[in-house]
């Protein structure tokens, strides 16, 4: 069975850092693309960054690029996401989710929640 | 920045059909996707590669493109199908994904 699960969220303040991880099992983790998505308080979806399975193509959203990085350990089976120079804006649910060969997330994990308040 | 527009919202009886719109200028390069999220919960894929359904998702969700706009079709509609829906696709470079605004379900 597929499972991601995230950790590492929290209340950081403003300026702040923070890490979150993805931890995978139930697939082999080193085939697949992975990504973060968010979720805003009563907001929609808003994707944040992509991986390849290697490690070696990132892409990011304009709104957390040069703050956030995203990076993988495949030998551990987990997804990583550097979150530096937090911003209120940035309060959200954190969801990892794997990307499979039809290029949609078809397993999401259960989300970790940043809240970003002084 | 690349946009999926979608209606705030859809209100639709049990047993009749809700049927979705999301446009972008992309989507005639992109494939499109959409998930289905109740409150509380992870999203769930109910349509990927524009039209197909994976396993065990039920067949009264169809999906369908034309154009710059694809549309998620819910026939014989369910209490249980009351949720908010996102139809997600990339941009023409396919470097950056986005979600469109989101659509909630009301099963009236």
């Known amino acids: 069975e597929v499972q991601l699960v995230e950790s590492g969220g929290g209340l950081v303040q403003p300026g702040g850092s923070l890490r979150l991880s993805c931890a995978a099992s139930?697939?082999?983790?080193?085939?697949?693309?992975m990504n973060w998505v968010r979720q805003a308080p009563g907001k929609g979806l808003e994707w944040v960054s992509y991986i390849s399975s290697s490690g070696s193509t990132i892409y990011y959203a304009d709104s957390v690029k040069g703050r956030f990085t995203i990076s993988r350990d495949n030998a551990k089976n987990s997804l990583y996401l550097q979150m530096n120079s937090l911003r209120a804006e940035d309060t959200a649910v954190y969801y990892c989710a794997r990307e499979d060969l039809l290029r949609c997330f078809d397993y999401w994990g259960q989300g970790t929640l940043v809240t970003v308040s002084s | 920045s690349y946009e999926l527009t979608q209606p705030p919202s859809v209100s639709v009886s049990p047993g009749q059909t809700a049927r979705i719109t999301c446009s972008g200028d992309a989507l005639p390069k992109q494939y499109a996707y959409w998930y289905q999220q109740k409150p509380g919960q992870a999203p769930v894929l109910v349509i990927y590669?524009?039209?197909e359904r994976p396993s065990g998702i039920p067949e009264r969700f169809s999906g369908s493109s034309s154009g710059t706009t694809v549309t998620l079709t819910i026939s014989g509609v369910q209490a249980e199908d009351e949720a908010d829906y996102y139809c997600?696709?990339?941009?023409?470079?396919?470097?950056?994904?986005?979600f469109g605004t989101g659509t909630k379900v009301t099963v009236l």
């Open positions: 139930g697939f082999t983790f080193s085939s697949y693309e």
């Open positions: 997600q696709s990339a941009d023409s470079s396919g470097t950056t994904y986005v």
């Open positions: 590669k524009d039209s």
